[in-house]
């Protein structure tokens, strides 16, 4: 896989998990280093970590889906990234950071933020093992990747950034449907 389309992938991935962090970020009313790193890690950790889990499930069913795995790796990414653009269309409630269970960076929230931005990188993964791509680079690039816009996601909410949060998470789901397009079309030999 060139290196330009997995860190066009990483990016579009790690785009709900930045606007997610913009919003926990908002909560804050200065900007805690600790936590900003601890959500990095955590999202950062569970991108890399549900490809590979659709990885290793879709290397099970290869040989099923050989004649048709460029439509179910299309329907995959295009699912995905309509979700995530019908998701920033949603109203969403801002939640401040008062009770210890309610604040994004309570370990437990954490985990369900991490588990409910990386659900998109199941599939993604589940994609890869469907056109034979190798699942090493792409999980270290999109971790990395989560890591960072994790944190600068986190910093600009500190510094009352709302405005491109829901946009982000929109556009991320653009960029998954374009490179689902740019697989089905390279199978078909449209381009």
């Not at 997995?6 to 936590?35: C, E, Q, Y």
């Not at 370990?107 to 589940?126: K, R």
């Not at 090493?136 to 491109?164: D, E, K, N, Q, Y």
């Not at 960029?175 to 089905?184: A, C, S, T």
């Amino acid at each position: 896989m060139p290196v330009t389309e997995m860190f066009l992938i990483a990016l579009a991935l790690s785009l709900d998990a930045f606007a997610v962090a913009i919003a926990s970020g908002a909560t804050m009313k200065r900007l805690d280093v600790p936590n900003a790193l601890k959500m990095g890690l955590f999202f950062g950790g569970f991108q890399a970590l549900m490809p590979v889990l659709g990885w290793l499930a879709g290397r099970g069913m290869t040989d099923y889906i050989e004649r048709f795995d460029h439509w179910l790796a299309f329907g995959l990414l295009a699912a995905v990234g309509g979700k995530m653009i019908y998701e920033s269309l949603k109203i969403k409630e801002e939640e401040e950071c008062g009770g210890e269970k309610s604040c994004p960076f309570h370990t437990w929230t954490l985990t369900v933020l991490a588990v409910a931005t990386s659900i998109d990188a199941l599939a993604v993964g589940l994609t890869f093992s469907f056109i034979k791509v190798s699942i090493a680079a792409p999980v270290l690039v999109i971790g990395a990747v989560t890591f960072i816009m994790s944190l600068a996601g986190v910093r600009l909410g500190s510094a009352g950034g709302h405005f491109f949060e829901y946009r982000m998470e929109a556009a991320g789901g653009v960029l998954l449907i374009l490179i689902g397009l740019k697989i089905l079309f390279s199978h078909l030999g449209v381009f």
